[in-house]
């Protein structure tokens, strides 16, 4: 049964969802407001030039990207508004490092359909925009000027959103809320054998569950001694997907380090059997970068795309569609996520951002082995 499926039949049988990442006394999101077809009043006057020659490229846009169809909704919906004429948008759902792989591949035959790369895979991304490799389109939206300085990543690659880690959980199999690595691990001790082969982390071969599970290790000086209690009881996956899934079928009790951007859906659907909260020792932030590739075949369309969901409209369908904005002028409201909501949970001193920049093989190495060595086998 898909996961989507299970989330509907839940729905219409369970109670009202939870809250613990969100306010259910917030108010309600107003509709989003679209300028159609022009730019914010502070774009450069050469920028109608550029959406006049978006209208020659024939309405269509490429995304390699690995990031979910919900995500995506609010976000193509509301730039295909604003710039009618843009009529396809393709958008596959990869995993982390295949986004680079496959952009990479075509590129080598001359030959990719890709117009724009998002993936939150930081250390993919800092291998992949090495300098001097001419991998992305060099482009400076308008855009930065009204963003915080880590809007900007790498050369050539913002921030689309900025998406913290959870702690996911099964409602009815763990009715005690884990509150952070700490709690969780206290909560597990309690009864371990209840928790064996049942908790999920993401597998650190891959660049994403590397990143953020290094970072937090980085920024926790308690890290390791919580870990040494889970991970002998944890199975890795590859996807977040794949985890919010079996935690909402019972596979899993629950789960750490699990991305809040595919996890939100699953909480809204889930009529209160998911959960998933903010670590109270560290929540980790990984932004999602967004670049142009370097011969996009609809360049003018990928940077009206980037510019839109850079810009105060754009961070708003952003955050409807479960990915975390940041942009100050962004409402807080009912289904809206925002990385406010984020440091007003934990602390500004308890958020870990993670940097777009290359970890040594041998640091890599080093972190992968040690925490696969505490792994179940």
Known sequence: MSRRLIASLLALTTAAALT???????????????????????????YAQLIEASKGEGGELTIYSNTDQENWAPIFRDFKKKYPWVTKISANNLDSDEVFQRVLSEQATGNSPADILVSNAA???AEYNEDGKDRLLAYESPELAKLPEFAKLMPNVYAMSMDPMTIA????LVP??????????????????KFENKITTRDVKGAFGFTVSHAFTEADPNAWNNLQQLLPLARPETSSGTQTEKILAGEYLVGFFISAAPAYPVVKNSGGLFQVTF???????????IGIAPKAPHAATAKLFTDFVLSSEGQRAVAEGGLTSYREDVPQAEG??????????????KVIRVDYKLVPDADVQQFTDRWNGLLAQ
């Open 20 to 46: 613990a990442c969100g306010g259910a006394d917030e108010p309600a999101a107003p509709p989003n407001q679209i300028a159609e077809g022009t730019a914010p009043d502070y774009y450069p006057a050469e």
């Open 169 to 172: 959980y099964n409602t009815q």
């Open 279 to 289: 670590l109270d020792d560290g929540t980790t932030v990984l932004p999602r970068g």
């Open 123 to 125: 250390q993919a991304w």
């Open 176 to 193: 005690e809320a884990p509150t952070g690595l700490a709690s969780l691990a206290a909560l597990v001790n309690k009864d371990r054998k």
């Open 336 to 349: 809206l996520h925002t990385y406010q909501e984020v440091v007003q949970k934990v602390g500004e001193d």
